[in-house]
């Protein structure tokens, strides 16, 4: 079992940025991959960014080079900055961990960002 718990998040204005963090406890087997998935209304959940343990990243093609993702392995923490924000960036964001793909969640926060 994974707990995962988020913070960070809010409104920002275009062009601004944000920060997420999202802070697992539990097996380690699990947290071999976390990352970020956003779901936006009416819109499938995607993914943002992953990180493996050994550092090998995934981004989604909407990133282009605006996001990364890091992790500190020591405290099982995943962050996400965000920057050069745009409106189509607002969505629920989700943390999610898993051996490759996610089988645990965190709560989800909102990201809105206005023009």
């Known amino acids: 079992q994974v707990q995962l718990v988020q913070s960070g998040g809010g409104s920002v204005q275009a062009g601004g940025s944000l920060r997420l963090s999202c802070a697992a406890s539990g097996s380690n087997f699990d947290t071999n991959t976390m990352g970020w998935y956003r779901r936006a209304p009416g819109k499938q959940r995607e993914l943002v960014a992953s990180i493996t343990k050994p550092g090998t990243t995934r981004y989604g093609d909407f990133v282009k080079g605006r996001f990364t993702i890091s992790r500190d392995n020591a405290k099982s923490t995943v962050f996400l900055q965000m920057n050069n924000l745009k409106p189509e960036d607002t969505a629920a964001y989700y943390c999610?961990?898993?051996?490759?793909?996610?089988?645990?969640w965190g709560q989800g926060t909102q990201v809105t960002v206005s023009s």
């Open positions: 999610g961990a898993g051996w490759s793909q996610p089988n645990y």
